[in-house]
């Protein structure tokens, strides 16, 4: 099991170019998320998806779209990057909200974005 | 108003003594899990210990524990027997239900520094 991976590692961006993270998912999860970390701040919720085709906003979802059109895969969008996009970006992903109460997310290595 | 709250933005603690990382919460729900990240230089986010609002023990893993307060909204770690792999920056997170729906709320972090 590789477990949660995310593409890429690394990314440098200039003003108003488009770019996709990728996030995979080995353990047929049916939640994925992706967040940003922030210094200070923790980590905030974009977006989130409960199952294969099915989306939802998290608490900073503007500038950010996503798609999660196969159940292992859950993908970023930054359509126009701003330098304040510049951040850190994990995926994580869960096994259902039945179990919300005890159910961990696992988390991948994160991708530190730069927009300069 | 802050939902998660970190008080100490880094800690020392030398090694094999125990540390205690600080972290109160806010909520009016009834139901509702609190959750301890480590997240080592490295930068991957690792699952500790999980505390349910209705469990009655204090949750344990290992050298690990959640000090747990209902009454006072204090979910600290205790950190047993410090390694100097123990150093990190540790989140303390929580997650809230509501119709349709939940959200997982992240501090801002507690960075612990072992010493030899």
């Known amino acids: 099991n590789a477990g949660v991976t995310q593409t890429p590692k690394f990314r440098v961006l200039k003003t108003g170019q488009s770019m996709t993270l990728l996030c995979a998912q080995d353990m047929n999860h049916e939640y994925m998320y992706w967040y940003r970390q922030d210094p200070g701040m923790g980590l905030r919720l974009i977006h989130y998806s409960v199952g294969e085709g099915t989306t939802a906003k998290g608490e900073v979802p503007d500038g950010y779209n996503v798609s999660r059109l196969k159940k292992q895969n859950f993908l970023l969008g930054l359509e126009s990057a701003a330098p304040s996009q510049t951040s850190v970006y994990f995926c994580?992903?869960?096994?259902?909200?039945?179990?919300?109460?005890?159910?961990?997310?696992?988390f991948g290595p994160g991708t530190r974005l730069t927009v300069l | 108003a802050q939902k998660i709250t970190q008080t100490q933005p880094g800690m020392f603690v030398q090694e094999k003594e125990a540390v205690t990382l600080d972290c109160t919460y806010d909520?009016?729900?009834?139901?509702?899990?609190l959750f301890w990240y480590k997240q080592p230089s490295s930068g991957e986010m690792i699952f500790l210990i999980y505390q349910g609002s209705y469990d009655e023990q204090n949750a344990t893993e290992g050298r690990y524990s959640l000090n747990f307060q209902k009454a006072r909204k204090s979910a600290n770690l205790v950190i047993s027997a410090s390694q100097l792999g123990d150093s990190a920056m540790y989140f303390c997170?929580?997650?809230?239900?509501?119709?349709?729906?939940?959200?997982?709320?992240f501090g801002a972090g507690t960075r612990l520094f072992v010493k030899a």
């Open positions: 909520t009016s729900d009834q139901s509702y899990g």
């Open positions: 997170a929580m997650r809230e239900f509501y119709t349709g729906g939940f959200k997982t709320i």
């Open positions: 994580a992903s869960s096994t259902s909200l039945v179990a919300a109460s005890t159910d961990t997310q696992y």
